[in-house]
């Protein structure tokens, strides 16, 4: 059988799922070197329940922040909520006192009425309190959670870029994204706690009234619901930490399968399949271990209904020892009955919330470590000085770049000058260090040997901002904004205030009628997924993509395979374009276009990080090197 017909065979084998090796199964992430671990790994219990007064501070904070008004009106309406349950139980303990003893049984009656009344007034007072406690909480808690999230949000968007290739920085950060959900149940549990709290305070003072044994004994009768509790909280906030690169893995894994524009490859390539039995299989291993942990806490919850069971016939027997021994009396006695039901309510949801705040803490905590912590570790903290205004020239002297987990530099010892009014093309193969490059002259990564310099001035020591205030970036993988079409080439930053500037630069680049036809001219909204929105074909978002940079007018323009997707007739206006624009700025193109390369006035050949060739288009093409090579390879196609 002959190679083509081996080949043929297995193709028709594999289409009729005859002698097809099984899909294999994802492997389990392993986190190689994750510095941020869940909240509770390096606590103790003790330092854990003492982190809880912290946390609920920091919610405060923010709550205090966004809208005092209401958190006064929610502390007071707690504390008068509070102060009505006393008054309840105290005027219970008065009727009781009155209605159990001795005369007929109206004039009883009548003597207790104002007793009645008072609980009536105390009542209705702590129902409004309580209303009003829950319209204050639900004014403030969505936007708590909101300015957690905002917090998460710049937090991120503060980060070196080569945080994002960090070990773990992933799964830390989803973690943290956890956190800012259970911040929203946080803020309920923490008004309930201190609800119940406040109502559990005058619940004892009522208690320790009748007989100061009772106290104790109800603090006993509760306290094994709450170590459950606490224990319940520790195994699921552990299943959640070790869940959490598989989680992240298959939530990149469901944005993969759901975009529209992977839709045709995954059709036309038959991979529904797979990648459903890679979903499936690790939604299985999360689950799997969720309904472990289950066990777990149904263990630790009926070990705590027994021992709470025997604690609480306690309480009971010792109130009944009392009555029976003469030690109260019986209207004492009845007055006990409803003060202990209700400490044993307020004590009860004092723990149950006590331990929902446990648990809400154990996953707010891994935000805060991280909007804190790790975050401020990575944040872009470079000097306060100034990058040069319009660089003449930028110098990379001896610079090696490494990626994280690489063992060979993608930079490796490069020493290369940029000057202003030249057209410098970078080309090389895959993997030759061209974008890093790009990456480098633009401050978006820093060296690890070496220096970057504008006009003499090493980018390490310029806040960062005021170098890509002059920069013009048109990335390999730029990003399709969902904003209107005005604003995904103005990038929020308009230079005048009408829209004549933005017409002109897509006249430049070619894109002036498509736009025109667009349903809503600049305001049409560049997202097919929305409503009344729509999209541009690949060609098209790339001169979109160049637009942003020729709008900018940047004193440095740096274009990564600007015009991979555009036809023959748009790659020679856009590169037309940049050659005109060019006297004013820097300008840097990284193109595997070589034919493209013959606008540049000087072309750098890269290999393995390094520069193997420089010269012009024509001292090049028949230099006998790689880019000869690769030219001649580009013509053969």
Same mark, same amino acid.
């Given at each position: 059988?002959?190679?083509?017909?081996?080949?043929?065979?297995?193709?028709?084998?594999?289409?009729?799922?005859?002698?097809?090796?099984?899909?294999?199964?994802? /492997?389990?992430?392993?986190?190689? /070197?994750?510095?941020?671990?869940?909240?509770?790994?390096?606590?103790?219990?003790?330092?854990?329940?003492?982190?809880?007064?912290?946390?609920?501070?920091?919610?405060?904070?923010?709550?205090?922040?966004?809208?005092?008004?209401?958190?006064?009106?929610?502390?007071?309406?707690?504390?008068?909520?509070?102060?009505?349950?006393?008054?309840?139980?105290?005027?219970?303990?008065?009727?009781?006192?009155?209605?159990?003893?001795?005369?007929?049984?109206?004039?009883?009656?009548?003597?207790?009425?104002?007793?009645?009344?008072?609980?009536?007034?105390?009542?209705?007072?702590?129902?409004?309190?309580?209303?009003?406690?829950?319209?204050?909480?639900?004014?403030?808690?969505?936007?708590?959670?909101?300015?957690?999230?905002?917090?998460?949000?710049?937090?991120?968007?503060?980060?070196?870029?080569?945080?994002?290739?960090?070990?773990?920085?992933?799964?830390?950060?989803?973690?943290?994204?956890?956190?800012?959900?259970?911040?929203?149940?946080?803020?309920?549990?923490?008004?309930?706690?201190?609800?119940?709290?406040?109502?559990?305070?005058?619940?004892?003072?009522?208690?320790?009234?009748?007989?100061?044994?009772?106290?104790?004994?109800?603090?006993?009768?509760?306290?094994?619901?709450?170590?459950?509790?606490?224990?319940?909280?520790?195994?699921?906030?552990?299943?959640?930490?070790?869940?959490?690169?598989?989680?992240?893995?298959?939530?990149?894994?469901?944005?993969?399968?759901?975009?529209?524009?992977?839709?045709?490859?995954?059709?036309?390539?038959?991979?529904?399949?797979?990648?459903?039995?890679?979903?499936?299989?690790?939604?299985?291993?999360?689950?799997?271990?969720?309904?472990?942990?289950?066990?777990?806490?149904?263990?630790?919850?009926?070990?705590?209904?027994?021992?709470?069971?025997?604690?609480?016939?306690?309480?009971?027997?010792?109130?009944?020892?009392?009555?029976?021994?003469?030690?109260?009396?019986?209207?004492?006695?009845?007055?006990?009955?409803?003060?202990?039901?209700? @400490?044993?309510?307020?004590?009860?949801?004092?723990?149950?919330?006590?331990? @929902?705040?446990?648990?809400?803490?154990?996953?707010?905590?891994?935000?805060?470590?991280?909007?804190?912590?790790?975050?401020?570790?990575?944040?872009?903290?470079?000097?306060?000085?100034?990058?040069?205004?319009?660089?003449?020239?930028?110098?990379?002297?001896?610079?090696?770049?490494?990626?994280?987990?690489?063992?060979?530099?993608?930079?490796?010892?490069?020493?290369?000058?940029?000057?202003?009014?030249?057209?410098?093309?970078?080309?090389?193969?895959? =993997?030759?260090?061209?974008?890093?490059?790009?990456?480098?002259?633009?401050?978006?990564?820093?060296?690890?040997?070496?220096?970057?310099?504008?006009?003499?001035?090493?980018?390490?020591?310029?806040?960062?901002?005021?170098?890509?205030?002059?920069?013009?970036?048109?990335?390999?993988?730029?990003?399709?904004?969902?904003?209107?079409?005005?604003?995904?080439?103005?990038? =929020?930053?308009?230079?005048?205030?009408?829209?004549?500037?933005?017409?002109?630069?897509?006249?430049?680049?070619?894109?002036?009628?498509?736009?025109?036809?667009?349903?809503?001219?600049?305001?049409?909204?560049?997202?097919?997924?929305?409503?009344?929105?729509?999209?541009?074909?690949?060609?098209?978002?790339?001169?979109?993509?160049? @637009?942003?940079?020729?709008?900018?007018?940047?004193?440095?323009?740096?274009?990564?395979?600007?015009?991979?997707?555009?036809?023959?007739? =748009?790659?020679?206006?856009?590169?037309?374009?940049?050659?005109?624009?060019?006297?004013?700025?820097?300008?840097?193109?990284?193109?595997?276009?070589?034919?493209?390369?013959?606008?540049?006035?000087?072309?750098?050949?890269?290999?393995?990080?390094?520069?193997?060739?420089? =010269?012009?288009?024509?001292?090049?093409?028949?230099?006998?090197?790689?880019?000869?090579?690769?030219?001649?390879?580009?013509?053969?196609?």
């Amino acid at each position: 059988m002959s190679v083509v017909e081996g080949l043929l065979k297995g193709a028709q084998g594999r289409r009729d799922g005859v002698g097809r090796p099984p899909m294999p199964e994802p /492997r389990e992430p392993t986190e190689k /070197r994750a510095r941020l671990r869940s909240a509770f790994e390096d606590a103790s219990f003790r330092g854990m329940c003492l982190n809880i007064p912290s946390l609920l501070a920091d919610i405060a904070k923010m709550a205090w922040a966004i809208d005092r008004r209401d958190v006064l009106v929610l502390v007071g309406c707690q504390v008068l909520s509070g102060v009505s349950a006393a008054v309840v139980l105290a005027a219970v303990g008065e009727a009781m006192a009155l209605l159990v003893g001795g005369g007929p049984v109206s004039e009883r009656v009548r003597q207790a009425l104002p007793a009645l009344a008072v609980l009536a007034l105390a009542a209705g007072v702590g129902r409004v309190a309580s209303g009003l406690a829950a319209w204050a909480v639900a004014r403030v808690k969505p936007r708590v959670m909101s300015a957690a999230d905002t917090a998460l949000v710049e937090a991120m968007v503060s980060v070196e870029v080569a945080a994002f290739n960090r070990a773990g920085f992933a799964e830390e950060h989803e973690r943290a994204e956890t956190g800012v959900t259970r911040c929203d149940r946080m803020f309920s549990d923490a008004q309930a706690f201190i609800a119940a709290l406040v109502r559990l305070v005058t619940a004892f003072g009522v208690v320790t009234a009748l007989h100061p044994l009772m106290l104790p004994v109800l603090v006993l009768a509760v306290m094994p619901s709450g170590v459950g509790a606490v224990t319940e909280a520790k195994i699921e906030h552990r299943t959640n930490y070790l869940n959490s690169a598989n989680r992240n893995l298959r939530g990149m894994m469901r944005s993969h399968v759901t975009a529209s524009n992977l839709a045709d490859e995954v059709r036309a390539n038959s991979m529904r399949s797979y990648l459903l039995f890679w979903y499936r299989t690790l939604s299985r291993r999360n689950d799997e271990r969720i309904v472990r942990a289950a066990g777990g806490q149904l263990r630790a919850n009926l070990a705590a209904a027994a021992f709470g069971g025997m604690c609480l016939c306690g309480a009971w027997a010792t109130l009944v020892w009392l009555t029976v021994s003469g030690q109260v009396s019986l209207a004492v006695s009845a007055t006990a009955v409803v003060a202990v039901r209700t @400490a044993l309510g307020s004590l009860s949801n004092a723990v149950g919330y006590c331990a @929902a705040l446990f648990r809400s803490t154990l996953f707010l905590g891994d935000w805060k470590r991280f909007v804190d912590i790790t975050t401020a570790e990575l944040e872009m903290s470079r000097g306060g000085g100034r990058a040069p205004r319009c660089p003449e020239t930028i110098r990379v002297e001896e610079v090696t770049y490494c990626y994280p987990g690489r063992t060979r530099p993608a930079i490796d010892g490069l020493s290369l000058t940029f000057r202003r009014g030249e057209v410098v093309a970078v080309v090389g193969e895959n =993997g030759s260090g061209k974008s890093t490059l790009t990456r480098l002259i633009t401050g978006l990564n820093l060296a690890d040997k070496g220096t970057v310099l504008w006009d003499g001035v090493d980018l390490a020591g310029v806040a960062p901002e005021t170098v890509w205030s002059q920069t013009g970036l048109v990335p390999q993988f730029f990003a399709r904004w969902p904003l209107p079409c005005r604003e995904n080439i103005t990038l =929020g930053q308009p230079r005048t205030w009408d829209d004549e500037a933005v017409w002109e630069v897509l006249e430049t680049v070619g894109l002036r009628q498509a736009v025109q036809e667009l349903p809503e001219g600049l305001d049409t909204l560049l997202a097919r997924e929305m409503w009344g929105g729509v999209t541009l074909s690949g060609g098209q978002w790339q001169r979109l993509a160049c @637009a942003r940079a020729v709008y900018r007018q940047p004193a440095v323009l740096v274009l990564d395979e600007p015009t991979s997707e555009m036809d023959a007739r =748009g790659e020679h206006q856009i590169f037309q374009v940049l050659k005109g624009m060019s006297q004013d700025r820097i300008t840097v193109i990284v193109t595997h276009q070589l034919e493209n390369t013959k606008i540049a006035d000087r072309i750098i050949v890269m290999e393995r990080g390094q520069i193997i060739e420089e =010269g012009s288009f024509d001292q090049l093409v028949k230099g006998g090197g790689l880019f000869e090579e690769l030219y001649e390879l580009g013509r053969d196609r």
